[in-house]
Every structure is written in C-alpha cells, then in structure tokens.
C-alpha cells in the first residue's frame, strides 16, 4: 500500500529576474506539523517518533538555480525544468534537484514538482511499528505550483 500525506501549510516565494536567474530570497518553507493521511494513528508516530516535529518543525527548500530555462519563460508552452537547491529536513542540508513541468500564462505560472530522496539522506529513521505500519526508504515529495507575477 502507498501512503499518502498532505499539507497545505506551505509558504514562500520564487522570484527570478527578467534573463530567467534566481534571485537569492527563492525559498519555501512546509510546517512538516501539518502533514496528513487517512490514518491519524500513522501520523501522530511519524511526527513524534520518525520526523520528530517538535525538534524539527519545518522543510525548507531554498532555490539556487533553475536549469533548463534560457530566458524568459515562454507564454502557453509547458516547459521541464529542474528547480535545484539545498532542502533541509530533519536538521539535515543536502542539495537536490526538483524535476518541474511549468506552464506560464500571461502573468501566472502553474505546474508540478518532484523529488524522490532517501530517508537516510535525512537522518531519519525508517518507521516500523510491528506489523502495522512500516514505510519504504524511499520518499517522493511532489508540490503543486500556482504563481502570479509580482507587481
């Protein structure tokens, strides 16, 4: 079975300048103390035993650099990209790539992102609760993105 968790808790700001170029404040920021599932018994273990929210609250991903963009991007054209950064989980910094689907039209921008990582990347520790509840080493986080250009 695949579990699914789900949070709307999640702020912050990608800002490139007209060539395309990230500018330093890019970053996003997800309350990891939000996320859920359809089983509140699964949740309550990950925030306390695995993910450990009351240490470490939050996801951070901040942006250094997007690849596959040469300029501006184009209005009406679905484009990949790969948003590429420093994600901190757990206490931990690594680098990572997002693999990204964006679409600009006029002045909004909507798409998909995606990265897979292990847990031990992260120092977390693979969740096993008897035969309940145990989770693959791999994780796949996805985001939605609705963006507006700013005035």
């Not at 002045?107 to 031990?120: H, K, P």
Request: charged share 20%; hydrophobic share 40%; proline share 4%.
């Amino acid at each position: 079975n695949e579990a699914v968790g789900e949070t709307s808790a999640f702020v912050g700001q990608i800002l490139l300048d007209a060539d395309g170029a990230t500018l330093p404040c890019s970053r996003f920021d997800v309350d990891l103390r939000t996320l859920t599932s359809d089983e509140s018994r699964r949740d309550n273990f990950l925030y306390n035993n695995t993910l450990e929210t009351g240490q470490f609250p939050l996801a951070t991903f901040i942006l250094t650099g997007v690849e596959g963009l040469e300029g501006p991007l184009p209005d009406g054209e679905k484009m990949a990209l790969t948003l590429v950064g420093n994600l901190t989980i757990h206490g931990v910094e690594k680098s990572v790539a997002w693999d990204a689907i964006v679409t600009r039209d006029g002045d909004a921008l909507t798409g998909t992102a995606s990265l897979q990582f292990a847990m031990a990347d992260f120092n977390i520790e693979e969740p096993v609760v008897g035969p309940v509840l145990s989770v693959g080493e791999t994780i796949q986080l996805e985001v939605e993105i609705a963006a507006q250009r700013a005035a």
